[in-house]
């Protein structure tokens, strides 16, 4: 249940592609999430990729710190604020977590955007659901 397994991530190179392409993206700082709809296999709704710009962070151990935070955040609340919402309305996503803040954000800051990111994210498919 809490746990972020290899299937999770999204390493398909078609799949990326195919997202960064015809997906649909908002903004919620320090996040930029981008998302599609896609058929996934059905033990796991959803494969997300997660990125931080070697622009803004030079030293790579800043970009890991904050890779592993947003992780962590999102391993703790998925079931919760999304995997539940995606196995009830049976719906595949694949999404990429985009970081454009300017600094290194705490853990706490990080955990409530992300968990705001997903509310929002059920919300837009919710809508085109109903």
Not at 50 to 61: D, E, M, T
Not at 87 to 112: C, M, P, T, W
């Amino acid at each position: 249940m809490y746990s972020f397994r290899k299937e999770e991530r999204l390493c398909n190179k078609r799949l990326l592609d195919k997202l960064f392409h015809n997906g649909s993206s908002f903004l919620l700082y320090p996040f930029r999430i981008v998302h599609l709809s896609e058929a996934l296999p059905a033990e796991i709704p959803s494969q997300v990729v997660i990125g931080v710009p070697k622009r803004k962070f030079k030293r790579a151990v800043d970009r890991n710190l904050i890779k592993r935070r947003i992780r962590e955040a999102f391993r703790l609340n998925k079931e919760e604020y999304l995997y539940t919402f995606l196995r009830q309305h049976n719906v595949g996503l694949i999404f990429s977590i985009n970081f454009v803040g300017k600094e290194i954000g705490d853990y706490a800051f990080l955990e409530k955007k992300l968990i705001a990111a997903m509310k929002q994210l059920t919300k837009s498919y919710d809508k085109d659901i109903d």
